[in-house]
């Protein structure tokens, strides 16, 4: 085979078979395919579409490129599940829900991603722990999901490569955003996890990769669909990110957010609604729950008790970070040195909220990367960012916008008069919207 004929049946619109679509996948890893190959390929799937057929043997292919996870030998006790975001804005739910699924009997190795663009990452904001390994050997990734029932670690070079190169050249072709692509990219992490089920987690609104409900649909509909096909027990939310789910957005930040959602000291109620809603999803695919209402129950029980507090605190001290994390993460987290309420022109209520914006206000104070090696500051970003509906006020003991943690006076004028740009005040109560729009089931329909 010749991967320029491959190319050219995509381009002119035809079916690509299981082979032929393997034989380009190995030639990703082992050379054979060039750059302008990838780059050929990729923007022929983005014009020309894939079938299912297709997109699972692209998702299987790139599986198989690299190691296998297999967790059977190690005896667990329950099912291997897993969560994956497709990003939004203060987005820290992997942080609570793995450490919950794990309480409730499910073994989660979660393996995600570091930030791109206005989207935070998991790593990211674990890397905000002192000593936390993001990527640790296979050995010890193994015997931390084992005895702790959880670890939230990176994608390691020997785990799904073809797609690392295919991914590589979408960024910088303008070809990401195909659902046959992201679908794969995505699935073929999962699939070489080892997982038993899989539930998807797809942001829609201003903040979100898909903006349109629509879009969104069509992207959960693909990984329903095609990792079903594939033999992966799937099921997908559709939840909105209009606004920032949680009420901090930046590494460190979230990292404190969610231990107090842990520990109960405060709770964010969009971020907590979300981690149930996405628990009850696991536990079910997992035989953990019989129903939703009680994989609801269980996952709140999870919370409510502790039990998920405690299984953050052993992994992160079995993955490196400070023993006792829970207790001292205020004084072990990066701290900014500038810290600043943010106020509005005038008074009035939210009406809207731009997430977006404020992502790209994050990656301005350093808080993120617009390239992949850009170093990010841990410690800045917003806290206690300001909701729909919010009543906000201009000083006093008033509700500010947020407030803004920086590096220097400089970055916290220019960060605040960029959230101020985000929020859009009126004097009406808008309606919310809701905030999980749809469940795509295992036959693919809400």
């Known amino acids: 085979m010749l991967p320029q004929e491959i190319i050219r049946r995509k381009r002119d619109g035809g079916t690509l078979s299981a082979s032929e679509i393997g034989f380009l996948v190995e030639g990703l890893v082992d050379g054979r395919v060039g750059d302008g190959q990838?780059?050929?390929?990729?923007?022929?799937?983005?014009?020309?579409?894939?079938?299912?057929?297709?997109c699972v043997a692209l998702t299987e292919a790139m599986m198989r490129s690299g190691t296998v996870l297999d967790w059977r030998g190690l005896g667990l006790p329950g099912p291997v599940l897993d969560k994956h975001s497709t990003g939004g804005i203060g987005d820290n739910v992997s942080l609570v829900l793995a450490p919950a699924v794990a309480a409730c009997g499910g073994f989660v190795p979660m393996i995600s991603g570091r930030g791109l663009g206005h989207t935070g990452g998991t790593l990211d904001k674990l890397d905000a722990i002192p000593g936390y390994v993001a990527q640790p050997d296979n050995a010890l990734f193994r015997k931390v999901v084992r005895d702790v029932g959880c670890a939230i670690i990176g994608q390691t070079q020997d785990l799904a490569p073809a797609d690392k190169r295919l991914y590589a050249v979408r960024d910088v072709t303008a070809t990401v955003e195909s659902i046959p692509l992201i679908t794969a990219s995505i699935l073929s992490k999962k699939l070489a996890a080892g997982l038993q089920g899989l539930v998807m987690d797809v942001k829609t609104g201003s903040g979100a990769f898909m903006v349109?409900?629509?879009?969104?649909?069509?992207?959960?509909?693909?990984?329903?669909?095609?990792?079903?096909?594939?033999?992966?027990?799937?099921?997908?939310?559709?939840?909105?990110?209009?606004?920032?789910?949680?009420?901090?957005?930046?590494?460190?930040?979230?990292?404190?957010?969610?231990?107090?959602?842990?520990?109960?000291?405060?709770?964010?109620?969009?971020?907590?609604?979300?981690?149930?809603?996405?628990?009850?999803?696991?536990?079910?695919?997992?035989?953990?729950?019989?129903?939703?209402?009680?994989?609801?129950?269980?996952?709140?029980?999870?919370?409510?008790?502790?039990?998920?507090?405690?299984?953050?605190d052993r992994m992160v001290a079995a993955l490196g970070g400070p023993a006792g994390f829970i207790e001292k993460c205020a004084e072990c987290l990066p701290q900014a040195p500038v810290r600043r309420e943010v106020w509005p022109e005038q008074p009035g209520i939210v009406e809207t909220i731009d997430?977006?914006?404020?992502?790209?206000?994050?990656?301005?104070?350093?808080?993120?990367?617009?390239?992949?090696?850009?170093?990010?500051?841990?410690?800045v970003g917003f806290a206690h960012l300001a909701r729909l509906q919010d009543e906000i006020g201009t000083g006093g003991s008033a509700r500010p916008l947020g407030v803004v943690h920086a590096r220097s006076a400089a970055d916290a004028d220019e960060a605040a008069?960029?959230?101020?740009?985000?929020?859009?005040?009126?004097?009406?109560?808008?309606?919310?919207?809701?905030?999980?729009?749809?469940?795509?089931?295992?036959g693919g329909r809400s």
């Open 38 to 54: 990838a780059a050929a390929f990729a923007m022929a799937v983005f014009f020309r579409g894939m079938n299912n057929d297709e």
């Open 212 to 312: 349109t409900f629509e879009g969104a649909q069509d992207l959960a509909r693909s990984l329903v669909a095609v990792a079903n096909q594939a033999n992966l027990p799937t099921t997908a939310l559709i939840t909105d990110m209009n606004q920032p789910l949680a009420s901090a957005a930046g590494n460190a930040l979230e990292v404190q957010n969610a231990v107090e959602l842990l520990t109960g000291t405060s709770s964010d109620t969009n971020l907590r609604e979300i981690v149930v809603a996405l628990g009850a999803e696991m536990l079910q695919l997992g035989g953990l729950a019989e129903n939703e209402a009680s994989g609801r129950a269980k996952i709140e029980e999870a919370l409510a008790s502790g039990a998920a507090a405690e299984r953050f």
């Open 355 to 379: 997430a977006r914006a404020i992502g790209l206000a994050v990656v301005a104070l350093g808080g993120g990367r617009t390239r992949a090696e850009d170093t990010i500051d841990p410690a």
């Open 417 to 442: 008069a960029l959230l101020r740009e985000a929020y859009h005040l009126g004097g009406a109560r808008p309606s919310l919207p809701p905030l999980i729009h749809a469940r795509i089931g295992q």
